[in-house]
């Protein structure tokens, strides 16, 4: 190994090291070429630019793949302390923190994958989605709509006749649902079975909710050969029965085996895969 001393420390910050500095290499880099270009000042940038060249110079010599990328790494590093507070800033917006392997939720209302519950509401409150077409007299998105139909055919085969009892509700239905609610039951046991408007997943047209004439919309459809047959095959459409038995502090909701989200067959696959019993369990968020 030909000198590799100073560069040794680099190494170990690791991959991500070593990215936070080339972050913040290139942010100084166009920050100094914004500058010169502005002021004309030729100062600043050379003695950056010289470092970087002579580190990077040596580091063709270097034998081994290891030590070119030590060098690499040394090459980036060197510069760094010069431009010591200019590069603070830039490196910590460059380089944001992972949370965690969750996948990202999404934000767009009309992302398959958006995230709807008590604490994420649609953005904005009044979103209605486009593309909608009816099945069964009800509306849904027309790609929920397809898998629906799959889904239904695929039940059918095993002697299920499911139908689409609700589907897409405008925020001004769900409003006016909440409102009957809360004046049949009170506020805390609507609050256990309706949202108020952009906070329910039928605003989105992708929640169906299916039955067959056997316990709609009742707890005990999860128990009938149907509600059965839903549970087991749903991801299989591109579906998730989303508000799961004993399941209640992950969603907000009591437990509801007709109501269906459309996710995309991806991301319903993905779901299973990840042993999350939640949408939200999926996004990392309440257990
Ligand atoms: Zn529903």
Redesign the pocket.
Known sequence: MPVPAPPRPVMSRGVLGRLVVTAAIVVIMLAVAVIALKLGVRDEPDPTASGTGTAAASAPPAASAQANSAQANSGQATPAPPASARIQAPVTSAAPKPRDDSPQIPRDPADLGVLVNKDHGLEPTSYAPENLRTLNGQQLRADATGALEKLMRGAAKDGHNLKLL?GYRSAAEQDALRNSYEQRYGTSYANTISAPAGF???QTGL???VGNGRCD?EKCFGQTPAGKWVAKNASKYGFTV??PLGQEESTGYAY?P???RYLGSKTSKDLVKSKAKTLEQYYGLKP
């Open positions: 609700s329910s997943e039928h929640a169906a909710d919309l989303r508000y509801e007709w109501h269906l």
